[in-house]
Structure formats: structure tokens, C-alpha cells
């Protein structure tokens, strides 16, 4: 089991313009959770998702949008990139009995 | 706003030592604790959960709880260099996501 996957690794991208991050689980979780990680700052949550179909905004939402589009896959979308959004980004699913969190690899997102 | 406190560190403690790192919430009703472990340039992973009041042991490391003050802590027996990691506190308040803290950098020398 590959637990839970991110795509891409690294990622740089200019002022302006647009991505989507990936995420995808094979832990039958129904939450998904995505995250930014600034250094001092530990992390925050941006959107998750209770379980498939719905979506519901963190503490910090402006900028992003995200999709669940099934059970497995929960994607954050950047619609324009600003050198704010320079962060590490973790996609998380979370027991629903015991709320125990289990982490992806993360992405690193450099916005010139 | 609910917030979860820790010492940014960084402890450094000796081979062999207790390493003790500690957790401060303001929610009340929070009712789930957690310390996660997080190597530089990877992941949190999560090492240890505790639900009650007291002591939870695993291995060689030990969660303790007191829900009146508000405080958690994880305790670490016998430190190795392969502990030094940043160790984030996630608290659960109840009906709401994930509280965490700034977490705490430990530095085990051999």
C-alpha cells in the first residue's frame, strides 16, 4: 500500500500563474485534509473534505480551491500564484474513529 | 481562537537522556492529543495519541495528559541521535480539525 501520494515533488512557478496539486490515498479514509507548512509557523489547514462530495474551508482558504473527486483523490488547485503561496504543501487523510492523521510526502511550491 | 503553544526549541540533551517536550492548549474542550515527529525536508509522522487524563507508554516514549491545566507533554527515555527531529503537538477540538503547534526541535548529541 502506497498510503497517501502527492504529485508534484518540487515545483516552481511564476507570479500569476496556475497549478494543481495532486493527491490520492489508498486507505479507504473518508477525510482529506490539505495543509501549508511555513518555517515557525507549523501547520495550516487550508480545505478539507469530511468525505466524498463535500468540501469546507480551513483557516487559510483565499487563493486556493480544491476538488474531491472520489473517495481517493482530493486536489488544491492555484488559480494565480503569489510569492505568498511560496510554501511546503501536505495532503493528509484522517481516521474517522480515532482522528489519527497520516501525511503524504508533500510538495514544495517556490512562486517567483 | 484556538491555539496550541510549544517551545520552539531548540532542546538539545545528551545521548542516553530523557528528552521532555511539552504542549499547551487553550480549548477546553479539546479531547484528542497527538505528537507527531518530523525528520528536516520530510513528512509528520505520527508517533504517539492520547485520549485521558495520565500516563500513555510506548516503547520509549511516554504521553501525559492533564486536561485541567491544559498541558500535554511527550517524554522521550534514552534519547538517540536518530530522535533529532521537530516534534509537533496537533490537539482535536471537539467537533473541529486539527489544532498544531509551531513544534519543538530536538538535537540529540552523541
Known amino acids: 500500500n502506497a498510503g497517501v501520494t502527492q504529485t508534484p515533488k518540487f515545483q516552481v512557478l511564476k507570479t500569476g500563474q496556475s497549478m494543481t496539486l495532486q493527491c490520492a490515498q489508498d486507505m479507504n479514509h473518508n477525510s482529506m485534509y490539505w495543509y501549508r507548512q511555513d518555517p515557525g509557523m507549523g501547520l495550516r489547514l487550508i480545505y478539507y473534505s469530511a468525505s466524498e462530495g463535500t468540501t469546507d474551508k480551513g483557516e487559510v482558504p483565499n487563493g486556493y480551491n480544491v476538488s474531491r473527486l472520489n473517495k481517493r483523490e482530493f486536489s488544491l488547485r492555484l488559480e494565480s500564484a503569489a510569492p505568498s503561496q511560496t510554501s511546503v504543501y501536505f495532503c493528509?487523510?484522517?481516521?474517522?474513529?480515532?482522528?489519527?492523521?497520516?501525511f503524504g510526502p508533500g510538495t514544495r511550491l517556490t512562486v517567483t | 481562537q484556538k491555539e496550541v503553544e510549544q517551545n520552539s526549541g531548540p532542546l538539545s540533551v545528551p545521548e542516553g537522556a530523557i528528552a521532555s517536550l511539552n504542549c499547551t492548549y487553550s480549548d477546553r474542550g479539546s479531547q484528542s492529543f497527538f505528537w507527531y515527529r518530523q525528520y528536516s525536508g520530510k513528512s509528520p509522522e505520527l508517533i504517539m495519541f492520547i485520549y485521558s487524563n495520565g500516563d500513555k507508554e510506548d516503547g520509549r516514549f511516554t504521553a501525559q495528559l492533564n486536561k485541567a491545566s491544559q498541558y500535554v507533554s511527550l517524554l522521550i527515555r534514552d534519547s538517540q541521535p536518530s530522535d533529532s527531529a521537530t516534534y509537533l503537538c496537533?490537539?482535536?477540538?471537539?467537533?473541529?480539525?486539527?489544532?498544531f503547534g509551531p513544534g519543538t526541535r530536538l538535537s540529540v548529541l552523541p
Open positions: 496537533a490537539v482535536w477540538p471537539n467537533g473541529q480539525n486539527f489544532v
Open positions: 493528509a487523510t484522517t481516521l474517522t474513529d480515532t482522528y489519527e492523521q497520516y
